[in-house]
């Protein structure tokens, strides 16, 4: 199984290239400086150099704050890259099944607690991040359609673990924490919008599931990838701080505040769990494991 990764040096790209390679996939990663989705000729270099019968594109820029800083930039990676990189499997390998990460971004924004999100539910995306995915997955269904291409859609919901950039909030406040812990000192930490409810998942079960997706035959073409269970961002921090053994405040910092936030929004992920794909590491866990892993970073230093 020759297995092609784009943007495979990214937070997810490590762990879904050593999933692959322990599952037997004979993988070819690249990323920037390797190949660049905004140049056309090198794209089609690359599949025609490498003949794959498996792609996996995770290159994109993946963070709601910068595509609300750059929205021009969003598009062209996210959706123009996207169809350079269709246009050449269609030419090079016809029969490779792709695999196209999207976003749970992508929804449309509920006030209704409680209310798991599938893949019939509305989208009406509220960032440029979730406007690109939106048109990544109708280019998808575009191409399966005109050129019989076998794609398969995420709509992926948060994730986290060891190695995420502390722009997102759970690796920030897990630094933020494991730095004060370190002090031996009392101290305040930075934090966004704290009563907003996500679904969160261990970022070794959702490349789990990428990796059945690309294996198995699918019954269809989008799929959830998230844990099922929404959890209230300050919960989750005080579960950080719990792992702590020195006070900890917490203060709001404005500019972590997103120009535009969901209050509630969780998966249904019926389709993955139906399928048997899904691990479902508790959330708890992961905080754990990446606290430690802070921890014992800071103590090698």
């Given at each position: 199984m020759k297995t092609l990764v784009i943007g495979a040096s990214g937070f997810v790209g490590g762990y879904l290239v050593r999933e692959?390679?322990?599952?037997?996939h004979k993988v070819t990663a690249v990323d920037i400086p390797e190949v660049n989705l905004l140049d056309r000729e090198g794209v089609d270099s690359l599949l025609e150099k490498t003949q794959p019968d498996y792609v996996v594109?995770?290159?994109?820029?993946s963070s709601v704050g910068a595509s609300w800083k750059d929205p021009v930039s969003t598009i062209q990676v996210n959706v123009v890259g996207t169809i350079n990189l269709l246009d050449a499997i269609v030419k090079h390998a016809p029969q490779a099944k792709?695999?196209?990460?999207?976003?749970?971004?992508?929804?449309?924004?509920?006030?209704?607690?409680?209310?798991a999100l599938s893949e019939t539910s509305e989208r009406e995306a509220s960032s440029p991040y979730g406007i690109s995915k939106i048109a990544q997955e109708n280019f998808a269904e575009l191409y399966r359609k005109k050129y019989g291409m076998k794609i398969v859609?995420?709509?992926?919901?948060?994730?986290?673990?060891?190695?995420?950039?502390i722009t997102f909030a759970l690796p920030?406040?897990?630094k933020q924490i494991a730095d004060i812990e370190k002090s031996g000192q009392s101290g305040t930490i930075k934090v966004g919008n704290l009563s907003a409810w996500r679904d969160f998942s261990d970022v070794r079960d959702v490349v789990?599931?990428?990796?059945?997706?690309?294996e198995n035959k699918t019954e269809y073409d989008v799929y959830n990838v998230g844990s099922g269970i929404a959890h209230k961002v300050g919960d989750l921090l005080d579960t950080i701080i719990g792992f702590a053994t020195v006070k900890i405040e917490a203060i709001q910092d404005p500019e972590k505040i997103r120009p535009v936030d969901i209050p509630y929004q969780c998966c249904d992920n019926?389709?993955?769990?139906?399928?048997?794909?899904?691990n479902g590491t508790r959330i708890e866990e992961t905080l754990k494991w990446m606290f430690d892993h802070e921890i014992d970073s800071q103590n090698c230093n």
């Open positions: 692959l390679e322990a599952a037997g594109n995770l290159a994109a820029i792709t695999l196209l990460i999207g976003s749970a971004e992508e929804y449309a924004q509920t006030a209704e607690m409680n209310v859609c995420t709509r992926s919901f948060n994730h986290t673990g060891v190695g995420q950039k920030s406040f897990v789990h599931v990428y990796r059945m997706l690309l019926s389709r993955i769990v139906k399928c048997g794909y899904w």
